[in-house]
């Protein structure tokens, strides 16, 4: 079986274990992102199966009934949002999307830009290969107010790990994360008011749907401290659109650390939060990280692997309605 796989940025998938299993099968793999739609359909001609990376590629209608070869869509977790699921089974491809990420990573992720951030490290660390010395003084985290929107399995850890730091867990979201905060013993926000202007350190961990596109508005912004950090591993539409550039210009919050953007991948240094001396901004690392990988990838090929044995597994089904 042809199986392209895309968006392998970092190079990773041919060192991982489980690429193994896909030994005898036609293997095409892509380190960078598509242009346009033309250099897409190009990469995927001839493909029997496509095995996608989170949700870096999306593959719309247009894009599906140019590929008449292709029978299998394997994703890596189980979002579908960017694919067409209606259209891919009016097309006779299977679409198979399961677990295998956990939320560790990008936990660590969040308290690697907390602590970067707040000392000053990426700074620090070229002023040093400047020939310099210490230029700044960082800001520690104990007995300041952790503010966490949103406390699943990602915001969970984050609170854990800033209890153990001696901060004070201030949590704020629907009627489960209020619940969660009451049996973990944090505090819940009077309001969202004050939960914005009380957090020192602003995390968010919500999942992108409808409803929470641009929840977080530029009022909500405007109510931070000028001290405060909002970090942001989550995805960048929670967020109002321009609001957070607006934000830091204002100095409210005085500082972000963002992993996610708008669009994907951010090429050029094209976007203009990197242009903001107060915004640490990572390349979408959240679960970029060995174990995570392995897992998501192992999944992808256990689903490849299923379906060619006539047996697939973790079949997405198109959204009602």
């Known amino acids: 079986m042809r199986i392209v796989i895309l968006d392998d940025y970092p190079r990773a ?23 346009d739609a033309e250099e897409l ?15 870096r590629t999306a593959l719309p209608r247009a894009i599906l009934e140019r590929l008449p070869r292709l029978r299998l869509i394997s994703q890596t977790g189980r979002n579908v949002d960017h694919i067409d699921v209606a259209a891919c089974r009016s097309l006779g491809v299977t679409v198979c999307a399961g677990g295998g990420g956990g939320p560790e990573a990008t936990a660590e992720l969040t308290w690697a830009l ?15 290969r400047n020939g310099q ?16 929107y949103g406390l699943g399995r990602i915001g969970g850890r984050v609170a854990r790990v800033g209890d153990a730091f001696g901060m004070r867990i201030l949590c704020w979201g629907r009627h489960g994360t209020r619940e969660r905060a009451r049996a973990a013993g944090y505090a819940i926000a009077e309001s969202r008011d004050s939960f914005f202007a009380e957090s020192d350190v602003l995390s968010l961990h919500i999942r992108l749907t409808p409803e929470t596109r641009g929840m977080v508005t530029a009022a909500d912004l405007a109510r931070m401290k000028p001290t405060a950090l909002l970090v942001n591993t989550s995805r960048a539409q929670i967020i109002e659109a321009g609001a957070l550039e607006a934000a830091l210009r204002r100095g409210r919050p005085g500082r972000a650390a963002v992993d996610v953007y708008e669009e ?29 990988y392995e897992m998501l990838y192992d999944t992808g090929v256990e689903q490849i692997l299923a379906f060619e044995a006539g047996r697939p597994i973790n079949l997405s089904e198109p959204a009602p309605g």
């Not at 359909?41 to 949700?55: D, K």
């Open 264 to 292: 994907e991948p951010v090429l050029g240094g094209r976007h203009p939060l990197l242009a903001l001396p107060n915004a640490l901004c990572t390349p979408h690392l959240g679960y970029v990280e060995e174990a995570a």
């Open 114 to 128: 907390i602590l970067a951030a707040l000392r000053h490290i990426p700074e620090e660390v070229q002023r040093l």
């Open 13 to 35: 998938f041919a060192k991982l274990r489980c690429s193994a299993k896909l030994q005898g099968h036609a293997l095409d793999i892509f380190h960078d992102a598509p242009r």
């Open 133 to 148: 010395w210490q230029g700044s003084v960082g800001t520690g985290v104990s007995g300041r107010v952790l503010g966490l």
């Open 41 to 55: 359909v190009a990469r995927l001609s001839g493909a029997e199966a496509v095995l996608l990376t989170q949700q």
